[in-house]
C-alpha cells in the first residue's frame, strides 16, 4: 500500500504536573493550618465520604503563601503555552483542603465558569487511593464494537493517576475528576485550586 495516512490527535484533554521543591518545608505549616480550619469552621462537604472539606478562600490565608507564589509562576507559564494575548491574565480563584480519611473518597465534581482545575498532594500515604478523570465524551456504544488490546488516551474510559507526595496536577476545569477509596490507616489531604481567565 503506498497511500500514506497521517494521524493527528484531536479533542484531547492536557494533564500538567510538576513536584514542588518546597514540599518537605512547607508540609507540616500546611497540615497544622487545615487542622485550624477543621477545629473552627464547619465542614463545607456536602457529598464526598468521610472527608472535611475547608472554606474556599485559603488563598488569602498568609501559611499558604509561598503556594500563592508558586500559582503565580504557573499561571504565567500556562499564559505562554496557551499563546493567549498579552492583556489577558490568569490568577487564581478560589483554593480549599480536603482531608480525607480511611475508606473515604472524593466523588466525581468540576467547578465551573473556571480555566484550570488543580490539586496539590499534600499528604497522600501509600495506599491512600489515585486520582481518576473520567473521559467526557466517550461513546461507548462505539468503542463496544471491538476490544482495544490496551488502553491509550483514544479509547480508554478514564484516566488513572497515583497521587504522589509533593506534586501538583491540574487539567481543564470541565473535567470531573474523582478519587479511589483512601485504604491507608491515616487521613489524605490535598489543596485544591481553580485558576480563572482576567480580561
Not at 504557573?74 to 480549599?96: A, H, L, R, S
Not at 466525581?108 to 495506599?127: Q, R
Not at 464494537?145 to 509533593?166: D, I, K, R, V
Not at 474523582?178 to 491507608?184: F, K, Q, Y
Request: hydrophobic share 35%.
Amino acid at each position: 500500500m503506498d497511500t500514506q495516512i497521517q494521524k493527528m490527535d484531536m479533542f484531547t484533554a492536557p494533564l500538567w504536573t510538576c513536584g514542588w521543591d518546597k514540599h518537605a518545608q512547607v508540609k507540616d505549616t500546611f497540615l497544622s493550618t487545615v487542622a485550624e480550619y477543621k477545629k473552627n469552621n464547619v465542614n463545607q462537604n456536602r457529598k464526598h465520604v468521610n472527608t472535611f472539606i475547608t472554606t474556599d478562600d485559603l488563598q488569602h490565608n498568609p501559611a499558604f503563601d509561598e503556594f500563592v507564589e508558586l500559582l503565580k509562576e504557573v499561571c504565567v507559564t500556562m499564559k505562554q503555552d496557551w499563546c493567549f494575548e498579552e492583556d489577558v491574565k490568569i490568577g487564581i480563584n478560589k483554593m480549599w483542603a480536603s482531608e480525607t480519611g480511611p475508606q473515604g473518597t472524593i466523588i466525581p465534581h468540576h467547578v465551573p465558569f473556571t480555566f484550570l482545575y488543580g490539586m496539590y498532594f499534600l499528604e497522600t500515604p501509600a495506599e491512600s487511593g489515585e486520582m481518576v478523570v473520567e473521559y467526557p465524551t466517550l461513546d461507548k456504544g462505539y468503542f463496544a464494537n471491538f476490544l482495544p488490546t490496551q488502553p491509550n488516551g483514544f479509547n480508554a474510559e478514564y484516566f488513572s493517576s497515583p497521587m504522589p507526595e509533593g506534586y501538583v496536577i491540574m487539567m481543564p476545569s470541565h473535567l470531573q475528576p474523582r478519587t479511589t477509596p483512601n485504604h491507608a490507616d491515616q487521613k489524605r489531604t490535598i489543596i485544591h485550586f481553580t485558576l480563572t481567565i482576567i480580561q
